[in-house]
């Protein structure tokens, strides 16, 4: 992989975020990738190496701010009945680090 692609997510106004906002973006070669903060500093979020899926590894991470601001949009317009609904909450609260599950 050469070059750079980039996230949509924009979770900089969220104030209650303790994470680096996003958007993330890719750089660098298919088995030393690292995702960084696509504005402002560029700071490294994490720094991937690997023979394996290393790519792939790379683009759901750099994917985490635009999923987790999408699941919460899902949840807050979503029908509580569902067991998907408090699966939904887990995943949320693991991202946010109020669970190790």
């Keep these: ?18 994470h680096t906002p996003g958007p993330w973006t890719i750089a660098g070669r298919e088995t ?14 994490c720094f991937l190496t690997s023979d ?8 759901l991470i750099a994917a ?6 999408a699941l919460k949009a899902v949840v807050a317009i979503s029908d509580r009945k569902h067991d998907a609904w408090d699966a939904a909450w887990a995943a949320i ?7 190790n599950g």
């Design 64 to 69: 985490a701010p635009d999923l987790l601001a």
């Design 1 to 18: 992989m050469s070059g750079e692609q980039t996230g949509k997510c924009d979770m900089s106004t969220d104030e209650r975020v303790s």
């Design 32 to 45: 030393a990738l690292e995702v960084v903060e696509a504005r402002r500093s560029r700071m490294r979020v």
């Design 52 to 59: 394996g899926p290393c790519e792939a590894n790379a683009h």
């Design 93 to 99: 609260d693991k991202a946010e680090g109020r669970s």
